[in-house]
């Protein structure tokens, strides 16, 4: 009696589950890679995990308080808040994969295999004013690197380089995820020097 080939668990690839937030006149775009499992959310909107830093960042470099961007309690997000300061800003905010595979279930950029990157061409026509792009980790400047002609800056700085006949910035930053081994206020820092730099700091 032969015995039949067992099946072969298909990887499930996901789709962005956010739209890409492009307020109008957005100067800076950000990147990360894409969002965790939907059961880690505490906001439909980008960095939505509770034990991610990035609004704690935010609330530290613009007013010097990392728990501006919380709700009353703390243990959530102020959501429009956070929408409402970014499109003030001209901050724009997308991720670098647009179709993954988590090669195991859960949120490291480590397991995270990119199917479909973001369409760089198609993004940038959206954003005319946008003069620099920052990414937020290892997987998302990997991810940038592959779609332009640039060197890759280090953690912290910025390189130069060109896309569609425009010039533009492109800032490393540090990884928002507790599990990028710096403390807060050192990842703060460098934000803060890249927002002065581009003259968006009070």
């Not at 894409?34 to 609330?59: A, L, S, V």
């Not at 937020?136 to 380089?161: H, M, N, R, W, Y």
Request: with cysteine; hydrophobic share 40%.
């Amino acid at each position: 009696m032969s015995m039949q080939p067992m099946d072969r668990q298909q990887p499930v690839v996901e789709n962005h589950p956010l739209k890409p937030f492009f307020p109008e006149g957005a100067r800076v775009l950000m990147l990360g890679s894409f969002p965790p499992k939907r059961e880690r959310w505490k906001m439909e909107f980008y960095y939505p995990n509770f034990q991610n830093d990035m609004w704690r960042i935010f609330g530290e470099v613009f007013f010097r308080d990392k728990d501006y961007f919380l709700a009353p309690g703390g243990k959530a997000f102020r959501e429009e808040a956070i929408r409402d300061f970014l499109t003030a800003k001209g901050i724009a905010l997308s991720d670098t994969g647009y179709k993954v595979i988590r090669l195991k279930d859960n949120a490291s950029d480590k397991f995270l295999e990119i199917v479909e990157p973001i369409d760089l061409h198609r993004t940038l026509r959206l954003l005319p004013a946008c003069e620099a792009i920052v990414t937020t980790g290892q997987k998302a400047t990997d991810t940038l690197l592959s779609l332009i002609s640039a060197e890759a800056p280090k953690v912290g700085t910025c390189t130069c380089f060109e896309y569609d006949g425009r010039q533009m910035r492109f800032y490393r930053m540090p990884s928002s995820s507790r599990a990028y081994p710096k403390p807060l206020v050192e990842k703060a820092e460098d934000y803060r020097r890249m927002f002065a730099a581009l003259g968006m700091l009070p």
